[in-house]
């Protein structure tokens, strides 16, 4: 299976601040198709996860837009360009270009 | 508006069976693959199986297999997942996932004990 590794797993962040997360995968994520199918996922304490950013960088209808995603191969980065107290949470990357798809153990974001 | 709608969960005891059910609407049903997704308590996530459009295809992570069955009824809009031979560590909030990821349900809780 494919190992998803995120750091850091834990997040404390100054409200109006940025915030980093790195993911990587132990093979590349590009598929046969030409695409290379890496999510970001947030799940707001309570609530079920949340698709954020798909294939690496397209971000989702209603997200906004401090939420961005880059990365290629098998290193990936989210990034949040100010932190507001709504963005409490875990937020998890997820690679669906082999099977099993696989998460990574997740990054919790506090505020500071 | 998408909805996913998980039923079924509940308290079971280790070897016992089970069956959730999830309904679908707002998309076309059949036209995507959907995946059940779980997560145990306090713990990250994890994929356990996945079907395709016409039902053809399933996948399963090897933690269920031969344990766990995926199925679904375009008719209904509705898959389902059969769970039998359950162990304590099969204890998850079970999520129906659309098969692009971009929609999940609020997931069933499966609680497996004596």
């Known amino acids: 299976d494919v190992v998803m590794t995120q750091s850091p797993l834990s997040l404390p962040v100054t409200l109006g601040q940025p915030a980093s997360i790195s993911c990587r995968s132990s093979?590349?994520?590009?598929?046969?198709?030409?695409?290379?199918?890496l999510n970001w996922f947030q799940q707001r304490p309570g609530q079920s996860p949340r698709r954020l950013i798909y294939?690496?960088?397209n971000r989702d209808s209603g997200v906004p837009d401090r939420f961005s995603g880059s990365g290629s191969g098998t290193d990936f980065t989210l990034k949040i360009s100010r932190v507001e107290a709504e963005d409490v949470g875990v937020y998890y990357c997820?690679?669906?270009?082999?099977?099993?798809?696989?998460f990574g153990q997740g990054t919790n974001l506090e505020i500071k | 508006e998408v909805q996913l709608v998980e039923s079924g969960g509940g308290l079971v005891q280790p070897g016992g069976s089970l069956r959730l059910s999830c309904s679908a609407s707002?998309?076309?049903?059949?036209?995507?693959?959907m995946h059940w997704v779980r997560q145990a308590p306090g713990k990250g996530l994890e994929y356990v199986s996945i079907?395709?459009?016409?039902?053809?295809?399933?996948k399963y992570a090897d933690s269920v297999k031969g344990r766990f069955t995926i199925s679904r009824d375009n008719s209904k809009s509705a898959v389902y997942l059969q769970m039998s031979s359950l162990r304590a560590e099969d204890t998850a909030v079970y999520y129906c996932?659309?098969?692009?990821?971009?929609?999940w349900g609020q997931g069933a809780l499966v609680t497996v004990s004596s």
């Open positions: 996932v659309k098969g692009t990821d971009d929609f």
């Open positions: 707002g998309f076309t049903f059949s036209s995507y693959p």
């Open positions: 079907i395709s459009t016409d039902g053809g295809s399933t």
């Open positions: 093979q590349s994520l590009v598929h046969s198709d030409g695409n290379t199918y």
């Open positions: 294939k690496v960088s």
């Open positions: 997820m690679q669906a270009t082999h099977w099993p798809h696989t």
